[in-house]
């Protein structure tokens, strides 16, 4: 096999198990967990993307998602200061 072979079943297994740890995800408590779970698969559909070498697919969908995960975290420290207030 070859490594793109490598890197495009990489990317599958990441993004099926990403998928099922989101589903279960909003069962935990942590926020940042949570977060992780939903890091996993776009880590994978980032690699399906380099396997297939649709490089301006890629960096779209990596600045993306750069910004989501900020995005992310400032909405998990709210909520945990409102609860904290409340």
């Known amino acids: 096999m070859e490594f ?3 890197i495009t079943y990489i990317g599958y297994t990441l993004l099926i198990i990403g998928t099922l740890g989101t589903v279960v995800g909003p069962k935990v408590d942590n ?3 949570r977060m992780l779970n939903v890091e996993v698969p776009t880590i994978g559909v980032s690699l399906i993307f380099l396997a297939y070498d649709e490089t301006l697919a890629l960096m779209t969908f990596i ?3 750069a910004v989501l995960s900020l995005v992310l975290i400032r909405a998990v420290i709210l909520d945990a200061e409102y609860k904290e207030n409340d």
Do not use: F
Request: proline fraction near 11%; aromatic fraction near 12%.
């Open 31 to 33: 926020p940042l967990i």
């Open 4 to 6: 793109v072979e490598y």
């Open 63 to 65: 600045a993306v998602n």
